[in-house]
């Protein structure tokens, strides 16, 4: 929210990317540049899935150092986004964390997904069609927060937390919400 008619600006210290084209940004970015392809041909038709060229991750990012009571509830979009965050977080603090230069309080964690948890949710429905139940669990694999409360919980982070879904507009939709959240 800007106050005062005061300019205010953002500016990007870090960015994280697991994609179909690299398991980092540096390695995505240099696959766009080869110009190099995210998708592929991938049969899916046991799932019901009728398309037949997909961009799929691979390859999942290592999350040594993340604690276990973290790691082992997340779901793989989760997973995914905190590797992301991660690399993102290195870049813009080196080896140090953010509390080493501001209060939890102040420090938030707001992160984006167009889709995170439609697949834990049609798992979920597909494990209680078939068997009559399913894991108690399976409400925090659907919800999208459940990665920025990873990424909080993580690094201690106790200010504001959001997780953005608004397809092809998250991205700027979470910097516009993190811009306007700090004075």
């Avoid at 008619?5 to 994280?16: A, P, W």
């Avoid at 509390?99 to 420090?107: A, N, R």
């Amino acid at each position: 929210m800007q106050r005062n008619n005061e300019m205010r600006r953002v500016v990007v210290t870090g960015y994280g990317a697991i994609t179909p084209l690299g398991s980092n940004a540096q390695a995505s970015w240099q696959a766009i540049m080869d110009y190099q392809l995210g998708y592929g041909y991938v049969d899916k038709t046991e799932l019901g899935i009728k398309a037949h060229f997909l961009g799929l991750i691979a390859e999942e990012p290592s999350l040594k150092g993340v604690p276990a009571a973290i790691r082992r509830r997340l779901p793989r979009f989760a997973r995914l986004t905190l590797g992301a965050a991660r690399e993102a977080m290195s870049m813009a603090f080196g080896e140090s964390s953010p509390l080493d230069f501001y209060s939890p309080l102040m420090c938030g964690a707001i992160m984006g997904t167009g889709w995170g948890g439609l697949d834990e949710s049609y798992y979920a429905a597909r494990e209680f069609a078939l068997q009559g139940v399913s894991s108690p669990f399976n409400c925090f694999y659907t919800m999208p927060n459940v990665t920025s409360a990873a990424c909080s919980q993580y690094w201690n982070l106790r200010g504001y937390q959001n997780t953005v879904v608004a397809a092809c507009a998250t991205g700027t939709v979470a910097i516009g919400d993190a811009f306007g959240g700090y004075p």
